[in-house]
């Protein structure tokens, strides 16, 4: 029997849109969990376009991803910050806050904290 799996993120399991059309986020399901791929607008920030949907003063999930296109900031509480590009990989623990740079949209490909992000309360 073939363990084969394919997915793609054209036909996601389940989209979760950001406030104010400022992105969505998409879903496939794995045997060992979901997958995400985000768009995030410009413009887009965690604290004003998913706080509202989490109800959390700052981003909780912890993530582990890939920046396909566009910029993102990452704020943890504590004030360090980085910013992320085109090729390169994100760990972000829990507590902080994001916002993209620039004018085009930051897509990221996320494999750990997206099965609860933006999921309505």
Known sequence: MSGLIR????SPEETRPFADGKGKLDLVDLDSGQVGRAIFEPGWQWSKHVKPIAQTDSC??????????GRIVVAMNDGEQQEY????????????DAWVVG????????????ADYAKPQ
Do not use: N, R
């Open 85 to 96: 590009g085109p090729g390169d990989l994100m760990v972000a623990p829990p507590g902080h």
């Open 7 to 10: 997915k793609t993120f054209d």
């Open 60 to 69: 909780e999930a912890p993530h582990m991803g890939y920046c396909i296109s």
């Open 103 to 114: 004018d085009e949209p930051c897509v990221l490909v996320d494999w750990q904290g997206y």
